[in-house]
């Protein structure tokens, strides 16, 4: 046999609203009217009307019509240009619009320094052929001082060795000047 929960306990069901008239406690209230307790205590704060205020042995009692005829009048109170409220929630909304302002100015700032995928692309492909062109011509560079020399001076190894550095460093120093790169020194 299942256990009955009383209506108290579990804020009952619809077919027992309470009227207008009716005294509830604090988590009936909210059952009725939709409110959490955060929402109940923040109207309680605000002025909303209490039968009877309660404490850890004593539930509050709120008398629902009353409730209900506070909350339209707090609707209106809060559309009122004149309450404090509206003056309160004008000033965020006006705090929030310049912060908002703010970091869109930030964020455009930071758009401006950003550099696009294709932009990078771009730069990078016309980097790449240029570094291509001068990389790719150096074995026929070293092909044609090698080709320079007399037969003995091929034979010494430091002097071919020279020889390529200074093909290499010649198209290292093409590339940085290709790129615009100034002062380029050769290694």
Known sequence: MAKQIPDWLDGGSADDEPGPGATVDKRRLGHVLGLTPYAIGEMINRGMPVLHRGDKHTPWQFEVGRVMAWMV??????????????????????????E???????????????????????????HSTIVRKHLGAVPAAITKALAALDPDDRRNASIVETVIDDCINGA????????????????
Not at 87 to 97: F, I, V
Not at 172 to 187: Q, T, Y
């Open 73 to 98: 009048q707090d609707a209106v109170r809060a559309m009122n240009e004149d309450s404090d409220s509206a003056r309160y929630r004008e000033a965020k909304t006006r705090k929030m619009q310049a």
């Open 100 to 126: 908002w302002e703010r970091l869109d100015e930030m964020n455009k700032v930071t758009r401006r320094e950003l550099v696009t995928i294709d932009e990078a692309v771009t730069v990078m492909r016309e």
């Open 172 to 187: 290292m120093v093409a590339i940085s000047e290709e790129n615009g790169v100034e002062n380029a020194e050769a290694a």
